[in-house]
């Protein structure tokens, strides 16, 4: 392990099997955390909590026993077993009329990077400027994610001990080795960048900019620094071999960050669109403009749309369910990557629901019959028969989730005098909103019926704005003008939104 001694008394070699390496001898230190001495060897090992052994993620078999490595310390030559590794993602990486775009690295007079920095997932692509082609792109795991899932649990991290520092080199080391990794596939000096810009949350910009994140968890959740118009490699990426500007996208709050700037900047389709932009991550949020206002809001949507909180929940990694149906009675699944099941994500989630409803195995309320209510519904057997279940607590998660999403866009609509006829268009960003049934998120409530002919997948619509920047860097001043005179809505002291965020609880009743 990085920093170990090992002509220390306490010095020890464990054996580490996981699906990516094989067994391997890693060094340790006896007593020491089992998750820390896991991740400082880069060990690929999900702990969405960040450690507190909450979640329930970082399960690990030792001597045949289920454990969870942040729960455990270090013994004399222990072997262990990661069970849930988080090297396998399915990356978003398209977007909008992407495909038009592709060029080749002898089409790349004016070099330069677009940067989508999520808090799961990162994605870089090289333009050439002068054409809007793209030449090549890169994308990695979050180095940040196994000290926590989502923005509240870095910002707790990042105020401890030298949890900054930690986070902070996490995304600058991915940042540069994918960076350069992505020139050295164009053939292309990274000295001859030009600019790059980079989007993202208010959180994930503040970790690379290595901001101290405090102002940003607790009430009024006030952003204590505002963007600079650009900024020196060094100042972002920690290293001078680049001279090149970087430029960072504006966030319009604390949860409504430059991430969605960008995806308004991705999907607008002009000066008349009356449009909503939802982005149903963790934080749920939304943008709406209607010629020249912009109003935005971010609720508390929570994991399930992500597969956090769920039993047998999973992000987007091969064999995660992502599609549910119902057939004579039976539940028939589709898998990312046809591999075998071993968990659901978000979309699986919302499918499996909408099953449950049109079987009639669920109650307007949520309560699932007998036998679901005590033991769950079998949506699938992974390797070694292991069942995979969808059940009553997790109804319960994805009921708050869609609840909370729904609330916020009808109060959304009601503060800026608009109904669902008036919009063009509902844009779904994220590979929650591009992997969704618009049939399953109308039977479970997620949105209302009369939006669904009007809505359309984005995908990673922050990826796309972010190289629309690339090609006209003028749309800086559009996003920073944007930010400006957006209106923020604070759901949580709008009167109406506890009484909706109860009424959307419910599941609608089929027509």
Known sequence: MNGVDLVRDDATIIK???????????????????????????????????????????????????????QVDVAQGMRVEVVNEENSFVIITDYTDEAEKMGSSGDCKRPCVAIDIGTTTVVLQLIDADSGKIVRTRSFLNGQRPYGEDVVTRIQYSGEGDGLEVLNHAIRSGLNGALSALCADAGIDRARLEYICVAGNTTMIYLLLGYQCQSLGVYPFTPQFDVKEKYTFKETFGSDDITCPVYIIPWASTYVGGDITAGYLACCAGPDEIALLVDMGTNGEMMLWAKGKVWCCSTAAGPAFEGGGIEFGTGSIPGAISKVDLVDGKFECETIGGASPVGICGSGVLDAAACLLHGEFVDASGRMDDPYFDDGAVIAEGANNKKILFTQKDMRELQLAKSAVRAGVEIMLSVADLTIAQLDAVYLAGGFGQKLRLESAVTVGLLPGEMSEKTKTSGNSSLGGCVKVCCNLDLLREAESLTKKANEIHLNEHPDFQNLFMEHMMFPEEE
Request: aromatic share 0%.
């Open 16 to 70: 580490v099997l996981t699906a990516r390496d094989g067994e391997r001898d890693i060094d340790a230190v006896i007593g020491a955390n089992l998750l820390d001495t896991l991740r400082g060897n880069d060990i690929p090992i999900a702990a969405n909590c960040g450690g507190r052994g909450t979640c329930g993620k970082c399960g690990v078999v030792i001597e045949g026993v289920n454990k969870l490595a942040c």
